[in-house]
C-alpha cells in the first residue's frame, strides 16, 4: 500500500512539473526585424516578470541543428542582436525563442523563415544641398549604418529626384556621391530625393525625406 501511495505521489510531481511546463506561455511574435543587414529577433514576452528568462537559438534553412545564440542565454529584454549569425547574403535563417521562470519552460516559439538578401530594408542615403552662383550642388552621403550595404555591394548606386518650380520630375542616376545642377533659374526653388539602388538584386530604399534650396 505504502509503495502505491509512494508512486501516485511521485507520478503527481512529475505530473505538475509538466503542468509548469505546459501553462508557461510561450513567446510571441517571433520575427526578424532587419535594416541595412543590422538584424534584430524580436518577440513579444509572455510576461512583464523581472524573473522570466528568454534563451535564443538559430539556424540555417535546411540544417536540422539549432545552435545557442551565446550572447541571448538567460536575457531578460525580448530582443537579440543577429547580425553576425546571420551575415551570409545566399542562406536563409531560422530563430527560436523559449522563456523560463524558476524550474518552469515554454515550448519554442520559431519564426518564419528569413532572408537578409530579399528581407533586410535598405536605408536612402542622406542629401546635402548647397546653392552657389554656377548652380547647386547636391551631395549623396549613405547613412552611416549603411557601412554593411557597401562592403556587400560594390555596384551600388544612388538615384537623384528632383523637382523644379514647374512640379515635373526628373530622375538622376549617380555612382557616387556629388552631383551639379547647372542649368537653373535664378532665385527658383528646387527640391530633391534620393534613394538607394542595389543594382544586381533590382532592389531600391525608399525615397528619402524632400530636401529644398533656392538657386542664387
Not at 511521485?10 to 543590422?38: E, K, M, R
Not at 515550448?107 to 533586410?120: C, G, I, L, N
Not at 552621403?141 to 556587400?152: C, D, E, F, G, Y
Not at 555591394?153 to 537623384?160: E, N, Q, T, V
Amino acid at each position: 500500500m505504502r509503495a502505491l501511495w509512494g508512486a501516485a505521489l511521485l507520478l503527481g510531481t512529475i505530473g505538475g512539473c509538466l503542468t509548469a511546463q505546459v501553462n508557461l506561455v510561450p513567446p510571441a511574435h517571433v520575427h526578424f526585424y532587419s535594416v541595412d543587414y543590422n538584424t534584430t529577433l524580436v518577440w513579444t514576452s509572455p510576461s512583464r516578470s523581472s524573473s522570466l528568462k528568454h534563451y535564443v537559438q538559430w539556424k540555417i534553412y535546411g540544417e536540422p541543428r539549432w545552435l545557442d545564440v551565446d550572447e541571448c542565454q538567460g536575457i531578460t529584454e525580448p530582443r537579440c542582436d543577429l547580425s553576425n549569425v546571420t551575415s551570409d547574403l545566399t542562406e536563409w535563417y531560422y530563430a527560436r525563442v523559449q522563456s523560463s521562470a524558476s524550474a518552469a519552460k515554454s515550448a519554442w516559439t520559431t519564426s518564419r523563415r528569413f532572408s537578409p538578401r530579399w528581407d533586410s530594408k535598405i536605408s536612402p542615403p542622406l542629401l546635402k544641398l548647397n546653392a552657389t552662383p554656377k548652380g547647386i550642388t547636391v551631395r549623396v552621403k549613405p547613412p552611416r549604418a549603411h557601412s554593411q550595404v557597401r562592403m556587400k555591394h560594390r555596384d551600388l548606386l544612388y538615384k537623384i529626384f528632383l523637382t523644379g518650380e514647374s512640379g515635373q520630375e526628373k530622375e538622376l542616376e549617380i555612382e557616387c556621391c556629388s552631383y551639379r545642377l547647372k542649368d537653373v533659374k535664378g532665385k527658383a526653388r528646387y527640391c530633391f530625393q534620393a534613394q538607394t539602388i542595389l543594382p544586381l538584386q533590382a532592389r531600391s530604399s525608399v525615397r528619402s525625406e524632400a530636401k529644398c534650396i533656392t538657386s542664387q
